[in-house]
């Protein structure tokens, strides 16, 4: 019984959005929160959070209730950050949910009130000690006044968020920087889980360097990420409240927090590289452990800096992205020789990547993770394709095992040069790509479903239009990185 009620204070403890808040001012990152927030901030915060997770809290209970950050129901005592949904599909038909971080707000008599996003109540199992509850409604305040107590006022300064939330538009608020270098550093770590990374990343090793492993690597990514993203629809936590946390980032905000796919991503995609090129490319075991080690460390941290997960969020996602990883790298030499020669696998890459997707939109309410995995399995299935073609064609040949493993060659300008070119080139070709199939695809597919078009992203909150619409345009680039491409660089002497 002990050790059980250690588990679940271990639970709590890892999942508990101020020791985030901690975390972050260790940093140097501060808020500037305001004391209070008007009735008229709060009715905006409801009405983008479906209004099912909110709840005064008064008189003498208010300390004790302060602990859950989030409405328990039927009177209960909430536990500290856990994170429970609560649907109410006729609010989620009328206003599209924004699944992100529980927020707290004061009313026009005074009283605090906890929302808690999409209608997502934090709910807990054991109820909070006077003692702890005490301790947190301490914490909370002063992490409110963070702010103004910044360790070195002259030495900050004010930001915003990079980009703004990409379900609502909403910018975020400024907070203090302290030490800008972690700052830099934990912004360019986060990006190695973000589009325009994968964009210059598979391309790069496919064009550069080994087409074997680039197309492997994807399929592991895909696999990963799909899974996550489903994972995250299911269990549907919100992210860490903010306050205390700092909203560092914005443009994820409003997706769901468990498990953390950064950090299965962060975790996939540099221990599979390694396990695919050691042997096949000569480097020393240590420098690729650490190499590897260091990325999924730096992405896995930075996701807790920018606010944005629990530390048991990225935990989760490190150790489900390890346990998805035993399963899936056995299997990859039987999958990749399907997709190169079966000849019915260009129909079954195509169709099997599609119901992945329609069943991924079944499992929740519009958001932008469901056409994330769209777009991520319209991505596979181009590359795929693309692997296929050029199996029967003779482009972007395996290498024979009298040439293993590669050698570093001699770094020279000219080298270095080719490298950088075909990237480059490559890179403009897709983002063209991209841009092209985005206009002609989104009001084609407008138009055959009956969905008005004046509204962008209203229109794209259809599944009817979502759905063709991610994966054509993704699985068109997904085919030119893998053929188009290079073929292109074929005619023009660049292979």
Same mark, same amino acid.
């Given at each position: 019984?002990?050790k059980s009620n250690r588990f679940v204070e271990l639970y709590y403890y890892l999942q508990d959005p101020h020791l985030v808040a901690r975390f972050q001012r260790f940093c140097g990152v501060h808020g500037t929160f305001s004391k209070t927030v008007s009735s008229k901030e ?24 302060m602990a859950g950050f989030g409405g328990a129901g039927e009177g209960k005592t909430a536990g500290v950050g856990v994170r429970k949904r609560v649907k109410n599909r006729r609010e989620e038909s009328e206003n599209p949910a924004q699944n992100g971080a529980s927020v707290s ?97 598979? @391309? +790069? ?5 080994? #087409? /074997?492993?680039?197309?492997? *690597?994807?399929? %592991?990514?895909?696999?990963? =990420? ?57 480097? @020393? +075991? ?5 190499? #590897? /080690?260091?990325?999924?460390? *730096?992405?896995? %941290?930075?996701?807790?800096? =920018? ?189």
């Open positions: 019984m002990e709060a009715d905006r915060t409801q009405s983008h959070n479906n209004g099912d997770c909110h709840r005064p809290i008064t008189g003498g209970n208010e300390i004790e209730n707000a004061t009313d026009s008599r005074g009283e605090t009130v906890a929302v808690c996003n999409n209608g997502r109540s934090l709910q807990g199992a054991t109820t909070v000690s006077h003692s702890a509850a005490q301790h947190v409604f301490s914490a909370a305040n002063e992490e409110r006044e963070t702010g103004k107590d910044s360790d070195d006022p002259l030495s900050s300064s004010t930001v915003k968020p990079l980009r703004k939330n990409s379900l609502t538009g909403d910018v975020g608020q400024e907070f203090l920087i302290g030490n800008r270098f972690l700052y830099y550093m934990f912004t360019f770590a986060t990006e190695l889980g973000n589009e325009l990374f994968y964009i210059i990343f598979f @391309p +790069f090793v496919m064009w550069n360097m080994d #087409a /074997l492993v680039s197309r492997r *690597l994807i399929m %592991v990514w895909v696999w990963v =990420m799909y899974l996550g993203q489903c994972t995250k629809d299911v269990i549907g936590w919100s992210r860490p409240a903010s306050p205390p946390v700092v909203k560092v980032e914005m443009f994820y905000n409003s997706e769901y927090s468990m498990p953390s796919t950064h950090a299965m991503s962060g975790t996939a995609i540099p221990f599979s590289l390694f396990f695919m090129t050691y042997c096949r490319w000569e480097y @020393p +075991f240590s420098l690729g452990f650490i190499l #590897a /080690l260091c990325w999924c460390l *730096l992405v896995c %941290v930075s996701r807790i800096y =920018m606010g944005m997960h629990s530390v048991l969020d990225v935990i989760v996602g490190v150790l489900y992205s390890v346990l998805i990883l035993l399963f899936f790298l056995p299997l990859l030499d039987l999958i990749d020789g399907f997709n190169l020669s079966h000849r019915y696998a260009p129909l079954i890459i195509v169709c099997f990547h599609l119901g992945l997707a329609l069943f991924s939109f079944t499992l929740d309410t519009w958001s932008t993770s469901r056409g994330d995995t769209a777009q991520i399995l319209g991505t596979g299935a181009g590359v795929a394709l693309a692997s296929h073609v050029n199996y029967h064609l003779g482009l972007l040949p395996d290498p024979t095992p009298e040439q293993l493993p590669y050698t570093m060659p001699p770094l020279s300008a000219g080298l270095v040069g080719l490298a950088v070119l075909r990237l480059v080139l490559g890179v403009l070709v897709l983002m063209a790509m991209r841009a092209l199939m985005k206009a002609l695809t989104l009001p084609l597919v407008c138009w055959l479903f009956g969905v008005p078009s004046t509204d962008m992203r209203k229109a794209r909150q259809h599944m009817e239009v979502e759905l063709p619409y991610r994966y054509i345009v993704y699985g068109t680039v997904g085919f030119g990185v893998g053929f188009l491409v290079p073929l292109l660089f074929s005619y023009l002497h660049l292979s």
